[in-house]
């Protein structure tokens, strides 16, 4: 078996000391790939330990530098996730110190069907169906060179090549939703029903790429476009905008539905919570937003000096005669305005909260935005509000 990869890289290999990783490891071995090992003892089991020692035994033997992360804390909850959120983070620190090229990971045919299957029974809204072969993770090439190969073929490739291996206690038990498609469907399997699951997961996530080609674009922001899609396109669009602010978004039928509600209301302002973000309606335009604090804030600045707020950033410290400040207006005063605050604009006075409801300001962007008042009480510079606007690299005053 080859495992196709380029010579001229360095590699990670995530070894459990199973089956599928430990014939990684072999194949690795046979090619003369340039490779680390990285194995992570959870401390979980009564056998981990002599897992962690036969390992070591092997990269001795075999010469492979061999890097062990132990695991002090007691694990009480999310245990899934927990272990994930550990490893991922011990293999980054050392995809970054050993200088790595790509991380390979033992994923096999099983695991992609299981992951699949899971998905079909949790029903929720995915970025892929079943495991990709590669892929990007924190700043991580990772490879799963494997992934079409039967877990019961690389159990037989270990016994015919005497390679070390142990098999996960916890993995044979009903205790998560994972072992039980394991034992009771996956490992049940003909290969022709396994090809069908496998075109299937292929069906899927062709179907899937169109559906995110058609929503994950900056069109979705737009609440006629949004009106538009089907409730399965409103909730992939949604993700979509949620997972900007928050990667690990996810949203519920119903908050799909809720949604649609409010894209049909007569009311131009609506804000409401979801999953830590706001849903932000404002009048045309709908996006997500980490909340943010709206107390009502004041800094002064007394000489032209740097402020970097929560709220706000302001360097005057060069230039900032394009804010309409002169020197003789310090100390300065920034704040969030106020509904009684006046402004000049083109000559022509005006209320802050009039201009704002003609910029189209969002409700929960007008409680923070901020006015700079000069030494006299003046407020003498406002900045404008802009839906589409980015911070340049030499900008003296932006709005967070």
Request: proline share 4%; aromatic share 12%; hydrophobic share 35%.
């Amino acid at each position: 078996m080859n495992l196709n990869l380029d010579h001229t890289k360095k590699y990670l290999l995530a070894c459990s000391f199973g089956p599928d990783s430990m014939a990684l490891f072999s194949l690795l071995i046979k090619g003369n790939y340039s490779f680390s090992v990285a194995h992570v003892n959870y401390n979980l089991r009564k056998e981990s330990g002599e897992e962690t020692k036969g390992l070591s035994e092997f990269c001795h033997a075999n010469k492979i530098p061999l890097f062990i992360h132990e695991v002090k804390e007691r694990i009480t909850s999310n245990l899934e996730e927990r272990c994930r959120e550990i490893r991922y983070h011990f293999f980054q620190d050392l995809y970054t110190k050993l200088n790595i090229d790509y991380l390979l990971v033992g994923h096999n045919q099983d695991d992609n069907i299981e992951t699949y299957l899971l998905q079909k029974k949790r029903k929720n809204l995915v970025n892929y169906f079943g495991i990709k072969k590669e892929t990007t993770l924190s700043n991580m090439h990772i490879i799963r060179p494997l992934l079409d190969c039967k877990k019961s073929f690389l159990i037989d490739f270990c016994l015919k090549n005497n390679v070390p291996f142990s098999i996960d206690s916890s993995n044979l038990t009903n205790l998560f939703q994972r072992n039980i498609i394991r034992h009771e469907i996956v490992e049940k399997l003909s290969d022709g029903k396994r090809k069908e699951i496998i075109k299937e997961i292929d069906d899927k996530n062709l179907e899937l790429r169109v559906l995110r080609d058609k929503v994950e674009i900056e069109q979705a922001k737009e609440c006629n476009f949004l009106k538009k899609l089907n409730d399965q396109e409103l909730a992939y669009a949604l993700t979509f905008l949620g997972r900007n602010v928050k990667p690990d978004f996810e949203i519920s039928l119903r908050f799909v539905k809720q949604v649609r509600m409010l894209l049909e209301s007569e009311k131009p302002n609506i804000v409401t919570k979801v999953n830590d973000l706001l849903f932000v309606k404002a009048y045309k335009q709908c996006d997500f937003s980490l909340p943010i604090p709206t107390c009502d804030y004041s800094f002064t600045m007394k000489t032209p000096s740097l402020l970097d707020t929560i709220f706000f950033y302001a360097d005057f410290r060069n230039d900032y005669s394009n804010r309409n400040i002169t020197i003789d207006d310090f100390p300065l005063v920034i704040r969030n305005g106020s509904k009684k605050d006046e402004y000049i604009i083109s000559s022509y006075k005006t209320t802050i909260r009039r201009l704002f409801i003609d910029w189209k300001m969002p409700l929960e962007l007008r409680k923070r935005w901020p006015v700079i008042v000069n030494k006299k009480g003046i407020v003498i510079y406002v900045p404008r509000y802009q839906p589409d606007f980015v911070p340049t690299k030499n900008i003296n005053f932006y709005v967070k």
